[in-house]
């Protein structure tokens, strides 16, 4: 079984002033919990989510705590590619370097339903948007280099209460078979997972660390 993966203390405590991080989905849970401790450290933290008047509250609330660094909000729909491309147009007008992406923002066993583009809702928002949205800003984590993407996976890319992690690539959208939540979870952390693997190879040449975290249960383990 996977030991748990725990950051050390004193990675925590070293400073990041001066560093520029993305965290989607970062108004609650671990995506907010990302952008509290990188704020704590002195980063600048962009904090993108579908909500922006909930991240408005939640970076007035950590400025209050005398966070070091900064937290800017900005909107983001995953479920949108136009709003993807809306956001990274907007942040590399400000700026062209980014230490840190964390592609945290994601939907489970949804209804059925389609993107605003017209994919399975799960897989567009978990996979796709986050997809687009790392190799749009690609070119500023290379100038922002040594950097890293962290991607959030689950158990449920591998087995979990039974479901295994499969990619239907003969029917993505459950347009030929019937619609099943959990599957279509599966397959969109599976896809996670995958994308990954495959960024890892592909820019760790240019000084980008690419990793996956996978999310369970009861723990959170590094891949």
């Not at 993966?5 to 995506?31: E, F, M, W």
């Not at 994601?106 to 059925?112: C, I, L, R, S």
Request: proline share 4%; charged share 25%.
């Amino acid at each position: 079984m996977p030991r748990p993966h725990r950051c050390p203390p004193d990675l925590l405590a070293q400073g990041l002033s001066g560093k520029t991080y993305v965290v989607t989905g970062a108004n609650s849970g671990i995506g907010l919990v990302t952008v509290e401790a990188l704020a704590k450290q002195g980063a600048t933290v962009v904090l993108a989510c579908r909500r922006p008047a909930e991240g408005e509250r939640e970076r007035d609330r950590i400025a209050a705590a005398g966070a070091k660094g900064k937290v800017e909000v900005a909107a983001l729909d995953l479920a949108d590619l136009e709003s993807v491309r809306a956001f990274a147009e907007t942040f590399l007008k400000s700026r062209d370097v980014l230490h840190g992406l964390v592609n945290n923002a994601g939907v489970m066993n949804t209804a059925t339903g389609k993107t605003k583009d017209g994919f399975e809702v799960q897989l567009g928002t978990n996979h796709l948007g986050h997809f687009l949205l790392t190799e749009l800003l690609l070119g500023a984590l290379e100038k922002g280099a040594p950097s890293r993407v962290v991607i959030l996976s689950s158990c449920y890319h591998d087995v979990a209460q039974g479901r295994e992690g499969h990619i239907n690539f003969d029917d993505l959208q459950f347009e030929r078979r019937p619609y099943d939540g959990w599957a279509a979870y599966a397959q969109s952390k599976l896809a996670n997972l995958l994308h990954a693997k495959s960024l890892a190879a592909r820019v760790g040449a240019k000084g980008i660390t690419a990793k996956h975290r996978t999310r369970g249960p009861h723990r959170t383990y590094a891949m």
